[in-house]
């Protein structure tokens, strides 16, 4: 303002009565280039907060789909994307078995990798306890969400097993550690229109897959879900009219494929934690009792896969040239973990790492778990921090490509001693090539939090045969074994027998 008082003052002075033509022509101009720097001011500062406000929405998404997987044990199945506004099946989940015959409205079905089947749609707001304005991005755009079917269904497993979805780079490279390994994605179609649908459910512009003359078009590859599973991601962005790719694409990061035998372990030392508290007495429900086992207990049911689990860990570790140590225990202490490790003494199972090791037999291995797990009975509170503390102290660290790794198998959140969480970030200081798993019986979101602050993984079950693949996607297993000798599922504690006796 001051530079425009001055060219008026120098008119005055020069003994103009008014503002001279040339001098309102100079004046207009200089408007217009501050008009023009700040509308493209506007337009950059409007561009980032879209973008930033796209990244903070799908982030709380995918919040409420992992803890919608805790509670449930399984994805949801997409709502539509048709579906009007204050209408019975907007935001809702389509389906409760989303492989069922048939594909409801607004959702779309097509083959993924192996045969798998993949549903797209919009994000089932409502059932995750979301607003419902939450169904469209910043540009007023319906989220796409699109999940592996098979992991939407009750009762399915979720345990880090490839999804069906495949995710290409802006060049047509696949993006991730396996081809078409990815469970989920979710993303926003940003300001590009194509294949896009709006707020109200109706179709902005029809999918087009290849731009004028030729050539595939960039968002083309998300928004012809009808078609394949094959989706797009680039950090390139660009507003070019002739392939317009602005998404904001998110997906679960996918484990890499179980392991093939090839001589090397891919951990070193394991412990397994079992919570041995009182509330594992409780019976889980007859439906989660493994096949002949009436009436169990959730300790019955850990028992029942750990001797199946266990000795499998033992056949798989000798089979290697790298060995490492097994090791076992239960809640021994409470209150600190010096108490626990006075405890502890030496909960190694196996050591094959010890001179003049001879691997043991399969029914030497039997009767020694047996021993154990006769003697591991509910009772007390759950002090899961600080047994996890005194199992990193035995175990020490692993290495960058053999990591350390305790599988915690519970039913319930720590009440006594170190809280977990707290444990888990001491330990990812302490020990950074040490993992926890967590194999949950009931869902603790906050466990979850606990497994991957040290880069492990959470499971989630409340049935037998789940419980055993969960087991085996958290140790790699190699190879399979068949015992010679079929476990004989004992009641514990000194209940006396076996079940059907």
Known sequence: MKFFKRILDRNKQAGQSGVSLITTSFMLMVVSLFLVGGLAMYKTWNGFRLTNETADNIEQIQRALRQYVVENGHYPCPASLTAAVDTPTFGVTSADVCTAPGVAAGTF????????TVRAGAVPVRTLGLEDSMITDPYNKRYIYAVTEVF??????????????????????????????????LYSMGSDDNGAYAYNGTLIQACQTNVAGGGALLSGENCDFSNNAVFRNTLSKSS???????????????????????????????????????????????????????????????????RRVLPTRIYNNKETVDAGKTLFTGFVGYGSTNTVLSKLGDPTFDDPTGTGYTPPSETAVNSSLEGKLQNMCPSGSTPLGIHMEALATRMGDGTSTQPNKI???????????????????????????????IIDLVGNNSMKEVAEETGGRYFRTNNPAELIQQFEAALKLCKTTTPATPPVDKRGCGSGGSWGQ
Not at 243 to 254: D, E, G, L, P, W
Not at 408 to 436: E, F, I, M, W
């Open 152 to 185: 939407a269904d009750t009762g399915s497993i979720i345990n880090g097993d490839l999804g069906a979805i495949e995710i290409r780079d802006g060049n047509n490279n696949n993006a991730t550690a396996a081809v078409g390994n990815i469970v989920h994605t």
């Open 109 to 116: 079905r097509t083959a993924g990798r192996d045969g798998r």
């Open 407 to 437: 599988i915690v198998l519970s039913d319930g959140l720590s009440n006594n001693g170190a809280p977990p969480l707290t444990v888990a970030k001491n330990l990812k200081k302490k020990y950074p090539n040490l993992q926890v798993d």
């Open 240 to 306: 070019s009219q002739n392939n317009s790719f602005t998404q904001k694409v998110s997906y679960a990061t996918a484990m890499t494929p179980p392991c093939v035998n090839t001589g090397t372990s891919p951990y070193k030392d394991v412990a397994f934690l079992l919570d041995t508290s009182g509330s594992m007495a409780e019976d889980p429900g007859q439906q989660y009792c493994p096949v002949g086992m009436e009436g169990c207990s959730r300790m019955d049911l850990a028992r029942w896969a750990l």
